[in-house]
């Protein structure tokens, strides 16, 4: 079982002149503690049902390439890039970017998008539901059409359309799609036809085996292997965050029903020191677990 850690708060003790360096802290803590990803969100405002709207937020791939810089072999990637934010073609080549000056270490986190106070804030539109599954479905099509090098022709869809699709440098290794989100009917189809992983969400762990049996169906519908897909885990039960013992014992359920990595989100008071404390000994542990 593997250790991802995913930064979602941003508030330093110093202002905002103490953000970059604790983040460079997180960067350099996370990559000496073993786990594989890292990951911040993909939000311009903070969440309102969390934190104050208010608090510090970083616009995502910007601060991507800022820890790129500060480490050399953990996976990078927002957990998840909203589809409605930046055009697929343009997103493609954000990403690209990202990966050529990381040395191949980029993934594509990405889903349809759902905070609509900062999309209305900050005039943004925000299609329906419906439309946004649309383009999402489209926009991965982009991606990986961009992603080929033996196609960089036109593609017409019902809402992008491209000319051509040229993509140089191409990235290192082809960036693998994340598709966030435990939607039954669209997102675990979605993930069945495109995705490299899936990432759902810790809780009722009957909820969890439940959404991986549904997404072995679309695989079987769609002629997938289903142990092709990384299941992954976004995992914010903050009581336990201290106790490695008690989270050991909470994600080897997880690993029985199939999950491979699960992704921490640390306290905002001191990140780093506590990926130090608690994610070192935990990633090496969990390297134990084999999933189902």
Request: glycine share 10%.
């Amino acid at each position: 079982m593997h250790l991802g850690i995913h930064v979602i708060q941003f508030l330093s003790p110093d202002g905002n002149r103490g953000i970059a360096p604790e983040l460079a802290k997180v960067a350099r803590a996370v990559e000496a503690s073993g786990a594989t990803r890292l990951t911040v969100m993909d939000h311009y405002f903070q969440m309102e049902a969390f934190k104050p709207a208010t608090d510090p937020m970083l616009e995502g791939y910007t601060t991507l390439g800022f820890l790129a810089a500060h480490t050399s072999t953990v996976r990078l990637g927002l957990l998840v890039t909203g589809v409605t934010y930046r055009h697929p073609g343009l997103l493609a080549k954000i990403v690209t970017t990202l990966d050529v000056l990381s040395g191949g270490r980029a993934e594509l986190g990405i889903g349809a998008g759902w905070y609509e106070r900062e999309h209305l804030g900050l005039g943004v539109p925000y299609p329906s539901t419906a439309e946004r599954f649309e383009r999402l479905d489209e926009a991965i099509r982009v991606c990986l059409q961009m992603w080929d090098p033996d196609n960089d022709g036109a593609f017409e869809g019902k809402h992008y359309r491209l000319a051509e699709t040229l993509c140089s440098p191409q990235p290192i290794r082809r960036p693998p799609i994340m598709i966030g989100g435990g939607g039954e009917k669209k997102t675990l189809r979605l993930v069945a036809r495109y995705g490299d992983a899936c990432n759902l969400f810790a809780g009722d762990k009957d909820v969890v085996r439940h959404k991986l049996d549904v997404l072995r169906g679309h695989c079987d519908a769609v002629g997938r292997d289903y142990a092709t897909i990384e299941k992954t885990l976004a995992y914010s039960q903050t009581p336990q965050l201290e106790d490695v013992d008690g989270l050991l014992r909470d994600l080897e359920d997880y690993a029985a029903l199939g999950i491979e990595t699960v992704i921490l989100y640390p306290p905002a008071d001191e990140p780093a020191a506590w990926v130090e404390k608690v994610g070192t000994p935990l990633a090496a542990r969990l390297k134990e677990i084999r999933p189902a």
